[in-house]
């Protein structure tokens, strides 16, 4: 079992900037960042491989960071230049094992799920 506790999360102005933490208990091997606004689908936002590799949802590309401390067991997302259109709960997700063409933005690819905390941009 593996627990995920998001933090984070506020109220900010466009192009302002937050950073999400996700604290893990449990080994953890791949992760990622989802979104869900309300009325639409969950998606996914940025996945990072147990190897260190990424993946960016179009939308954030070059504006979010996703990043892992390893020692920490810590999940993170810098977000820059933020935009209405990113506001969302945003969730973390983690599975604890090798999966065979893993699709890193696919939420059927992860087994555990954090609670969210919610972004909130303003124009």
């Known amino acids: 079992q593996v627990q995920l506790v998001e933090s984070g999360g506020g109220a900010v102005q466009s192009g302002g900037s937050l950073r999400l933490s996700c604290a893990a208990a449990?080994?953890?091997?791949?992760m990622g960042w989802f979104r869900q606004a309300p009325g639409k689908e969950r998606e996914g936002v940025a996945g990072i491989s147990g190897g260190g590799s990424t993946e960016y949802a179009d939308s954030v590309k070059g504006r979010f960071t996703i990043s892992r401390d390893k020692a920490k067991n810590t999940l993170y997302l810098q977000m820059n230049s933020l935009k209405p259109d990113d506001t969302a709960m945003y969730y973390c997700?983690?599975?604890?094992?090798?999966?065979?063409?893993?699709?890193?933005?696919?939420?059927?690819?992860?087994?555990?799920w954090g609670q969210g905390t919610q972004v909130t941009v303003s124009s």
């Open positions: 997700a983690a599975d604890d094992r090798v999966r065979v063409g893993w699709l890193p933005l696919t939420t059927t690819y992860y087994t555990y």
């Open positions: 449990g080994y953890t091997y791949n």
